[in-house]
């Protein structure tokens, strides 16, 4: 059973930067895709970034230019920088990964718990 837990959330200003981690057990992280979804009050969970196998990745035209997803594989961690916060940004971020490699192609197959990100003045 593969198991995600996010940290890194809390409270920041808009224009600020949060970086949220996402350990993992296992070997999944250097193995497979790896993503972040959030989900915004009363709004459904949107995908946000994904990561491949061989390190290629995607974006949400939203986060594009001010997020960055990349892995440590020694450490089974995957990570999301985030830069520029808007009070848009504000949600609750879950790590995912996948059964398959391609970050194109992604399908989350396992979900970690989640951490709130608020950005408020």
């Known amino acids: 059973q593969v198991q995600l837990a996010e940290s890194g959330g809390g409270l920041v200003q808009p224009g600020g930067s949060l970086r949220l981690s996402c350990a993992a057990s296992?070997?999944?992280?250097?193995?497979?895709?790896m993503g972040w979804y959030r989900q915004a009050p009363g709004k459904q969970r949107e995908w946000v970034a994904t990561i491949g196998s061989g390190g290629s990745t995607n974006y949400a035209d939203s986060v594009k230019g001010r997020f960055t997803i990349s892995r440590d594989n020694a450490k089974n961690t995957v990570y999301l920088q985030m830069n520029s916060l808007k009070l848009e940004d504000t949600a609750v971020y879950y790590c995912?990964?996948?059964?398959?490699?391609?970050?194109?192609?992604?399908?989350?197959?396992?979900w970690g718990q989640g951490t709130q990100v608020t950005v408020s003045s």
């Open positions: 995912s990964a996948s059964r398959g490699r391609s970050s194109t192609w992604y399908s989350p197959d396992y």
């Open positions: 296992g070997t999944i992280v250097s193995n497979n895709a």
